[in-house]
């Protein structure tokens, strides 16, 4: 069976993504690496540690990462962010603490054991900024070709950011870091925002999850139906809110949900570009591609699979 890793900065899609992995018998989800982004390290661990709780999965052991890039000496949470994810990550819904601390290995040294243990059988999803995997790399170089694939979700190359025209909010909070990841040559895909946008949660589908009468159910359409206001407001075209992180977990789960355009990737690390996902001209010609970039999704069997999922999930965890 397929053993994953989720890297998380466990805000709202997050938490959606821990439930689909949990959710997907193809795939055991080993452990979760904390990271910063939409909320502090501190408080993405706590969430992780609470959620699998919550969800009847009190086995999966939570790592503590790297809590902001190496560029810089700390880390704050954007207000839009806040606006977005609420001041607690998980649309300020209240959820009991879990009696579970994070494990007292790095999580840095967890991947790369995990790495060495489990070889091709390991998928590794980032779902915030590239930190941790960065370092596990530069720490232990031949964990990139001994990693069966890494599918992260970041980086925009079809469409614009949402941070600027060009830059997605994980790559802008370490872009030295997913460069680094981008030109190791490591197996990665990118699960971009040019796909993630087109795969929309609405109220509807909230409505299923609180109409199970769980408290896995209710704390799913409440953390949920926050992130969808916040989308009202921020971007009202789109009619729903974007299920960024679940689809990274999705196409680690199932790769065929997109289709890819093999291309060797860099991110502009200078200038006023920093943090643009784009083609890597140096390596244009290079016969080997060590990245795929998702250009297209296939929405409805992807919603399908993430409400089938998810749904059983909370039903089953009460």
């Known amino acids: 069976?397929?053993?994953?890793?989720?890297?998380?900065?466990?805000?709202?899609?997050?938490?959606?993504?821990?439930?689909?992995?949990?959710?997907?018998?193809?795939?055991?989800?080993?452990?979760?690496?904390?990271?910063?982004?939409?909320?502090?390290?501190?408080?993405?661990?706590?969430?992780?540690?609470?959620?699998?709780?919550?969800?009847?999965?009190?086995?999966?052991?939570?790592?503590?990462?790297?809590?902001?890039?190496?560029?810089?000496?700390?880390?704050?949470?954007?207000?839009?962010?806040?606006?977005?994810?609420?001041?607690?990550?998980?649309?300020?819904?209240?959820?009991?603490?879990?009696?579970?601390?994070?494990?007292?290995?790095?999580?840095?040294?967890?991947?790369?054991?995990?790495?060495?243990?489990?070889?091709?059988?390991?998928?590794?999803?980032?779902?915030?900024?590239?930190?941790?995997?960065?370092?596990?790399?530069?720490?232990?170089?031949?964990?990139?070709?001994?990693?069966?694939k890494i599918v992260l979700m970041g980086g925009a190359l079809t469409v614009c950011g949402n941070v600027n025209c060009c830059v997605e909010a994980n790559i802008s909070q370490d872009p030295d870091a997913a460069d680094y990841l981008f030109r190791s040559g490591a197996p990665a895909t990118m699960v971009g925002l040019d796909v993630t946008l087109q795969t929309l949660l609405t109220y509807k589908e909230t409505q299923q999850w609180r109409d199970l009468n769980t408290k896995a159910g209710d704390f799913l359409a409440d953390m949920t139906d926050f992130y969808i206001k916040a989308y009202e407001t921020t971007s009202p075209h789109l009619g729903g809110c974007g299920l960024h992180d679940p689809l990274a977990v999705g196409v680690a789960v199932d790769p065929t949900l997109v289709t890819t355009l093999p291309i060797n990737l860099q991110v502009d690390v200078e200038g006023p570009t920093r943090g643009r996902t784009i083609g890597d001209n140096t390596r244009l010609n290079d016969p080997v591609k060590t990245m795929q970039a998702a250009v297209g999704v296939d929405v409805p069997r992807f919603l399908n699979e993430f409400m089938t999922r998810i749904t059983g999930l909370a039903r089953n965890a009460g």
């Open 1 to 148: 069976m397929t053993k994953l890793i989720l890297d998380l900065d466990t805000g709202v899609d997050d938490a959606l993504a821990i439930a689909y992995a949990l959710g997907s018998p193809e795939v055991e989800l080993i452990g979760i690496t904390g990271t910063y982004g939409n909320v502090l390290l501190e408080q993405g661990v706590r969430n992780a540690l609470a959620i699998t709780e919550l969800l009847g999965h009190p086995e999966v052991k939570v790592y503590k990462g790297i809590p902001h890039s190496e560029a810089t000496d700390g880390f704050e949470v954007l207000e839009i962010s806040k606006f977005i994810h609420g001041n607690n990550g998980i649309g300020d819904v209240d959820i009991p603490d879990s009696a579970r601390e994070a494990e007292t290995e790095p999580a840095v040294d967890f991947i790369i054991d995990a790495v060495k243990t489990y070889g091709k059988d390991l998928v590794y999803v980032p779902t915030g900024p590239m930190t941790n995997i960065a370092a596990a790399i530069r720490k232990a170089p031949e964990i990139k070709d001994k990693i069966g």
